[in-house]
Every structure is written in structure tokens, then in C-alpha cells.
């Protein structure tokens, strides 16, 4: 019903109706019908049509009435005083009709804008509630407020022209433009104080200076009233963004924090570590070197033994530092991973830990040939680790097994001993906790803890078990294996 | 083993770890001679004509590698590199360039001593005229290229046997992974470790008494093989 050609046709035909009808139906209509069929016309024109439309197709009515209906006919001549008054009556009525609907109308309309934009307000709320990741935040706003609006969006930053951008969004908003709104917390465009003959609204998420974004929107047809309610919906927006902001920044700190608290609980053992066999190794040195002449050669012997046991314990100790330290840098893709051999893996470790005429006994619950896929070198430092706590709590007489089995779908290497098995309320999730009340116990939460870590590299499970007749068990689970028992090998 | 005194030029330049090599390769039957930079080992290595090598890697005028591979162009004198560099990478690469061996420190004298006689040996086995090695029950005859056990010979497929002969040929010497690969297979299957791991352990199910600990096919976590030598 936009056209303004097919309104005025619509009306006029409107009338020409009427007044052939009155025309035809003279008699049994009678003067007060006929113009109640115009009046029914005026009605309809004043609330479907335009403002002018409806005075015009009045006006319209009022003459053809006059020049059909009242006499003498056929002319625009009006006789009698009752005419005029009904003619005039009508005419005063229909405007007066014409003018409250339009009145009634522009009320209804503002009513649905405010009710459609309540109703959008919500709906983005709701979607902005929902969001977690600042990007998707961003990125739903963009796309709702663009199809709310009918018109292309981006959202931009000072560092970043454009974070993200709707679907049919294709300008390239000026950086300089973009940098200012957010350095001055003032937005720009039109009905704005600034930069009103602008195609765009730039307008900032923070109203002081900042470094938050801030939103763009192109211009619309129905511009001006648009404006405070695009900013009503930028400050949500901003909200939920500065939420999300202030809680990454949380949960960053609190990181931080834990990192640090491992750290210090790593240091601690560490130092222990370090100190304990130096101590020895200097102490028995210096007593060589100072007071040999009084020593008797059993006692020296005792001194060099002592020296030489300390500092295999220190090299221990100082592997394991520089194995923290290499990798606290390694990523999983920096990791050597290949097919590798456990058995081969395993049997490095026993010629080593026989040389040092450790109790140590292999036992693999598997026939085939088997391949995991693997850094070799790590799975080794974390077996040897295990190896170390295990012989740590170890009686003497009895041997350390290692195992190779399969559990599930997974392939289970396994240290297992005859200890005390872990103490109670020791859990995987707190091994960096009981790192730091391990200092009487040797090296044993640092070395879980690095167990732990490239257990997690290689996206396998760790696992702990206490052990029937006493002790525990801890197998390495590796999703990423294969038999190669039937392999035709080139 | 030779009637002479093996000279071993020593490049060191800690002091400390000097001393104690000094002393230990003396008490090993060795006679040492000491350097601590590159520049004085060079002239020490024309004018003594030393047997083997023990060299460290951080030195003051320049890193160990370059002499490794000044030294190659003209001897294939046994050469050990000592270093403090954990990674593996850094062990191949000192292989790659030539070296024989590799110890990390710290290193346990017993192991240095060992490792020197294993290198001086094989260079004693790359002149022997009837090439054969023979090592407990093992023997491995090169000339003829046929590996037996306990006097018998065993029957090996034609990889199994190119994989024994290449290692016995190398003796005594990490031989790297891509280098076997390249050696048996073709330079085409140099990434194709786990050819090696299965032939490893069909090899090591035929000679050894017991595979998971072998006597005679030694791992090198992530560097390679050696074949045992004593």
C-alpha cells in the first residue's frame, strides 16, 4: 500500500464505486445510506491509506455526493441549507475520522518498533549469556545486530581493523576513524556530536577512552531514531564482553598463581635434592683431604664409597632437574615420536639399572611383536623415573617388575614394587601438592611429575594401583600401538 | 691387543675433568696427551700421531665439530666426543659429522675406558685381513658374509643378513638409524623406522639367548644400533 499513484487510484475507484452505486440504487438507498457508503469509504482510506490520500478521497466524496445526490443535480450547485450542513458535517466528520487514525496508527507503530526491539534486546541477551569465548561473543553480536538491522556490521579494535564482521559486511571502515572513537570513548555518525555526515556508526563499547572495541554499523534508511537504541544494544554487548574479559583475566591470574606454587614446590624438592648429596660428597672430601694421615684405610675407603654413591645419586638428581627444566619447552610436536620397540625401550633401562646391580625382573604378558608410536627417549626418562621411586621403597631382596601388557584397547608398560604402596589421599591430580611434602621421601614428587607430564604429552594415562600382597602398581597407558605379529615387512 | 701404549690426545678444557681423565687413562693402560683448545690439539695430533681422540665439544677457540671435521679429511682415527648437550639430536649430529662415539656427562670412568678400547679395536678389526668378527658364541664372517652361532650357521633372510654384516662391519660403533636404513633398505626408506624395529627384533629372536636384554644387538635409544664388542 506504499505507492502513492495506486493509492489515489484505489481511492478515487473507491468513490466512483459508491457513486455509481448511488447513482443506480437512488430509491431504495436513499440520501443517509449513500452517504454512509461514503463515509465507510473514508474510514478505509483514512486508516489503510496516507494522511492526504484519505483527506483527498474525502474531499472527493463531498463533491461527488453534491453533484449526484443533492439538489439540484447535476451540478455543483447546493440548494437547500439541510445539503450544506450534511455536506459539511461529512466533510468535518471524515478528517476528523482521518486525522485520530492516523494518530492511532503512528502509536501502533511506535508500539511494535518498541515491542520488536524489546524482543531483540532480549533475544541478545539471552545469546550473549550463553557465550563463553570472547570471539564467538563478538561474532553472534555481529550476526544478530546485522540481521536485526538490515544492514552490515563489524566489530573493530585498535590493533585489529576487524575482529569480526557479518555475513554481507563488506566496508572497510577507516582505521584512523575507528582508532579515535576508541581513544576518546565518544561514538561518531549520524545524530551524533561528531562526524555526522559519516556513512557509518562508529560507536565504542567503553564511553571513556579504552582499548575495548567498538561496533560499526552502516547508516540506514530510517536513521535518526535508530541511533539511541543502536547504543543501547552496543552497551550490552559491552558488558557481556568486558564479563567475559575480566574473567579470562581471573582465570589467567589464577594460573599464574598455580604455576607459581608448583614451582616453588618443585624448587623446595629440588634444593633437597641437590643439597643432601652434596653435603655428603663435600663433607667426606674435605675430611680426605684435610685429615688423611689420621684416617684408617677401612674409613677412607668408607669416605670414597660414600663419595661415589652420593654423586651417582646427585647425577640422578641433576637429570631429572634438567628433564623439568627441557620440559617445561616441549610441546607435543616437538616431541621425536616414531614407531618404537617397548621391549627395546625397556631393555636399554634393564642393562642400565643392572650395571647398577638393581633387583630388576622383566616380565611382558605379551607374545606378538609390538610397536608403539612414541618418543622414545621420554618414555624411557619416565620409566626410569618410575624405576627410581619404585627401587626407592623397595626391600632389597626382592626384584622390581616391569611388565608389557595389554589393558583394553590401551598398552600398559608397568613398574611394579613391594613397598608401602602411596600414601593415603595421594591422588594424579596432586602430584605438584605432594611434591612439596616429599622432601623426606627422595626425589619422589619430582619424578612423578615429570612422569606426569610426558605421560601427557603423548596423550596417554597414567595410572595407580596398589598391588595384591602389598605394594603398587604404575603403568603407562598408550592409546597409540599396533601388532605387528603378521607384518610383511620389505 | 697391541704391545705399545695407545696414545689418546685428550681436548679438554676443563681442568678438573683434565686431571681426572689424565689419571684415569693412565691407570687404564693408556698414555694421554693434553690439550685444552683446538689450535694446540691440531699441532699435537700432526706431531704425535695419536691413536684415538677423546675431544670435548664447547672448547674456548671453537666448537669441537669443526675439528671432528678438520681431522676427517685426512685420518680415520677413532674419535670419542664428550659433551654436556643431552639431546639426542645433538649425539646424531656428532655422529653425522664423524665421530665414533658420544658420552654424555657425567660419564663413569669405567664407561670412558671401555668405549676407548671398543674404538681402538675396531680400528684393529677394519685392518684385519681375514675380517672376521667374534664375539663369545657370535662369529661373523665379513668375506664370506655369513653369521653363525655356537659354531652353527644360522639362516637368516637377505635384510636380516645385510643388517648383521652393515653392524658387524661397524662394529663397536653406533650406527644411526637413518644411516641402517639407507644402508640395507635404499635411501628411499631412511624414515621407515619401524622396518628396522621388526628386523631388530626377528634378529635379536635368532641370536640372542634372551632378546629383551641383549648381549649383542645394543640399543641406542633415538640414535641407533651398535653391535656389542665386548
Known amino acids: 500500500m506504499r505507492h502513492i499513484i495506486f493509492q489515489l487510484t484505489l481511492s478515487i475507484a473507491l468513490v466512483a464505486l459508491v457513486t455509481t452505486l448511488g447513482y443506480y440504487f437512488d430509491r431504495s438507498l436513499g440520501m443517509t445510506g449513500i452517504v454512509m457508503m461514503h463515509l465507510a469509504v473514508s474510514v478505509f482510506s483514512a486508516y489503510y491509506l496516507r494522511f492526504r490520500v484519505a483527506v483527498l478521497t474525502s474531499l472527493v466524496s463531498v463533491a461527488a455526493i453534491n453533484y449526484f445526490q443533492t439538489a439540484p443535480r447535476y451540478t455543483f450547485q447546493v440548494s437547500d441549507f439541510d445539503s450544506w450542513v450534511a455536506l459539511t458535517t461529512f466533510l468535518l466528520v471524515s478528517i476528523v475520522i482521518a486525522s485520530l487514525v492516523r494518530k492511532l496508527r503512528n502509536q501502533t507503530a511506535q508500539a511494535n518498533l518498541a515491542s520488536g526491539r524489546a524482543a531483540f534486546s532480549k533475544q541478545l541477551a539471552e545469546h550473549l549469556a550463553a557465550e563463553e569465548d570472547v570471539l564467538n561473543l563478538l561474532q553472534t553480536s555481529v550476526d544478530l545486530i546485522a540481521e536485526h538491522f538490515d544492514q552490515p556490521v563489524a566489530i573493530a579494535s585498535i590493533s585489529v581493523p576487524i575482529l569480526c564482521r557479518s555475513d554481507d559486511c563488506e566496508f572497510a571502515p577507516e582505521s584512523d576513524a575507528t582508532r579515535w572513537v576508541i581513544e576518546h570513548g565518544r561514538a561518531i555518525g549520524p545524530g551524533t556530536t561528531n562526524w555526522q555526515a559519516s556513512t557509518f556508526w562508529i560507536i565504542p563499547f567503553e564511553k571513556m577512552p579504552s582499548d575495548s572495541p567498538a561496533l560499526i554499523l552502516e547508516v540506514g534508511a530510517n536513521a535518526n531514531e535508530a541511533l539511541e537504541y543502536l547504543r543501547g544494544l552496543v552497551d550490552q554487548v559491552s558488558i557481556a564482553y568486558l564479563r567475559l574479559k575480566s574473567r579470562e583475566q581471573v582465570r589467567l591470574a589464577e594460573l599464574h598463581v598455580h604455576d607459581q606454587t608448583v614451582r616453588n614446590a618443585l624448587l623446595s624438592s629440588l634444593s633437597h635434592d641437590m643439597r643432601t648429596p652434596l653435603t655428603a660428597i663435600l663433607g ?16 677412607q675407603e668408607r669416605l670414597l664409597n660414600a663419595i661415589s654413591a652420593e654423586a651417582g645419586y646427585m647425577r640422578q638428581a641433576t ?8 620440559l617445561s619447552h616441549v610441546s607435543e610436536s616437538s616431541l621425536a615420536l616414531d614407531w618404537q620397540s617397548p621391549e627395546e625401550i625397556v631393555g636399554t633401562l634393564l642393562a642400565r639399572y643392572r650395571q ?5 625382573e622383566f616380565r611382558p604378558q605379551m607374545h606378538a611383536e609390538v610397536l608403539i608410536f612414541a618418543d622414545a627417549v621420554m618414555i624411557s626418562q619416565a620409566l626410569a623415573n618410575l624405576l627410581d621411586n619404585a627401587f626407592s621403597v623397595q626391600p632389597d631382596y626382592i626384584p622390581v617388575e616391569i611388565g608389557i601388557a595389554q589393558a583394553n584397547t590401551d598398552l600398559a608398560i608397568s613398574i611394579s614394587d613391594r613397598g608401602p604402596g602411596f600414601p593415603a589421599g595421594w591422588s594424579l591430580e596432586n602430584i605438584e601438592k605432594f611434591a612439596r611434602n616429599a622432601s623426606s621421601s627422595k626425589g619422589l614428587g619430582l619424578g612423578l611429575a615429570i612422569v606426569k607430564t610426558i605421560v601427557d604429552l ?16 604404575v603403568s603407562i597407558l598408550l592409546s597409540k600401538w599396533k601388532a605387528v605379529d603378521g607384518l610383511s615387512a620389505k | ?6 696414545k689418546i690426545l685428550v681436548v679438554e678444557d676443563d681442568r678438573q675433568i683434565s686431571v681426572f681423565l689424565q689419571a684415569s687413562l693412565r691407570a687404564g693402560g693408556f698414555q694421554p696427551i693434553l690439550t685444552s683448545n683446538m689450535a694446540a690439539a691440531t699441532q699435537q695430533f700432526v706431531m704425535q700421531k695419536p691413536d684415538l681422540v677423546i675431544l670435548d665439544l664447547g672448547l674456548p677457540d671453537g666448537d669441537g665439530i669443526d675439528f671432528i671435521r678438520c681431522i676427517r679429511g685426512r685420518s680415520d682415527i677413532p674419535v670419542i666426543v664428550l659433551s654436556a648437550r643431552q639431546s639426542e639430536t645433538e649425539k646424531v649430529n656428532c655422529l653425522d659429522q664423524g665421530a665414533d662415539d658420544y658420552l654424555a656427562k657425567p660419564f663413569g670412568v669405567q664407561e670412558l675406558l671401555a668405549r676407548a678400547r671398543v674404538a681402538l679395536r675396531r680400528l684393529d678389526m677394519m685392518t684385519l685381513r681375514d675380517r672376521i668378527y667374534q664375539l663369545e658364541q657370535l662369529c661373523i664372517d665379513l668375506a664370506a658374509g655369513t653369521v653363525s652361532m655356537h659354531g652353527k650357521r644360522l639362516h637368516l633372510s637377505p635384510i636380516e643378513q645385510k643388517l648383521m654384516l652393515y653392524l658387524a662391519q661397524h662394529a663397536g660403533r653406533v650406527a644411526r638409524h637413518r644411516e641402517l636404513l639407507s644402508a640395507v633398505w635404499g635411501a628411499d626408506f631412511i624414515d621407515e623406522t619401524h622396518y628396522l624395529r621388526i628386523h631388530m627384533a626377528r634378529l635379536r629372536a635368532k641370536i640372542e639367548t634372551n632378546p629383551a636384554e641383549p648381549r649383542y644387538l645394543l640399543t641406542e635409544l633415538g640414535i641407533g644400533y651398535r653391535l656389542a664388542t665386548d
Open chain 1, 284 to 299: 667426606a672430601a674435605t675430611t680426605l683431604v684435610t685429615q688423611k694421615p689420621e684416617l684408617s684405610e677401612s674409613e
Open chain 1, 319 to 326: 637429570e631429572n632437574i634438567l628433564a623439568m627444566a627441557r
Open chain 2, 1 to 6: 691387543m697391541d704391545s705399545r701404549q695407545n
Open chain 1, 356 to 360: 647398577r646391580e638393581s633387583a630388576i
Open chain 1, 458 to 473: 603423548h596423550q596417554a594415562t597414567l595410572k595407580v594401583q596398589p598391588r595384591p600382597g602389598g605394594g603398587s602398581t
